[in-house]
Nanobody, 115 residues
Framework: VQLVESGGGLVQPGGSLRLSCAAS????????MGWYRQAPGKQRELVAVITRGGSTNYVDSVKGRFTISGDYAKNTVTLQMNSLKPEDTAVYYCNAEARGAGAYWGQGTQVTVSS
């Protein structure tokens, strides 16, 4: 499975960005897709995840600001990020979990929130 991300960049506090990720290859056994992030000097953390069944989960710090959506027919996942804060600055990684195969990761995309 290959994951290709797009949509990172520089935005001012309070602004919005949209991250997209497309999976290709042996995608039939993917049961969840989501986004993680890693800020300098910090551990990678789960930001949001959506299962094939449509269940979602968010880290508390982004609830009400970020929205994850997924299209498992197209094997894509999108993260709409609103009301961005400087503490959201990180490298964001797309993740896919596949039964019998483990986790797959994208190359990462930089999100910088700064005035």
């Amino acid at each position: 499975v290959q994951l290709v991300e797009s949509g990172g960049g520089l935005v001012q506090p309070g602004g919005s960005l949209r991250l997209s990720c497309a999976a290709s290859g042996s995608t039939f056994n993917i049961y969840a897709m989501g986004w993680y992030r890693q800020a300098p000097g910090k551990q990678r953390e789960l930001v949001a995840v959506i299962t094939r069944g449509g269940s979602t989960n968010y880290v508390d710090s982004v609830k009400g600001r970020f929205t994850i959506s997924g299209d498992y027919a197209k094997n894509t996942v999108t993260l709409q990020m609103n009301s961005l804060k400087p503490e959201d600055t990180a490298v964001y990684y797309c993740n896919a979990e596949a039964r019998g195969a483990g986790a797959y990761w994208g190359q990462g995309t930089q999100v910088t929130v700064s005035s």
